[in-house]
């Protein structure tokens, strides 16, 4: 099964709602639908802003 990256961009739940966190992650899925379910699975993203198909990092190890 051949699997495609993700870039997620979503706002996450807080216990301060005049404090939201706006929280961006990488995600394995086969296809868009793969994605949202598991994002339904999520209990913490409160909204999804975007989702995105991006490509794998060419190195493991942050180069900053």
Do not use: C, Q, W
């Amino acid at each position: 099964m051949n699997y495609k990256l993700f870039k997620i961009t979503a706002l996450m739940e807080t216990h301060d709602e005049k404090d939201p966190m706006i929280f961006t992650f990488d995600l394995p899925a086969t296809d868009e639908k793969g994605v949202g379910m598991l994002l339904s699975k999520m209990d913490s993203i409160r909204k999804i802003i975007s989702v995105e198909e991006t490509e794998p990092p060419k190195s493991e190890v942050y180069d900053g």
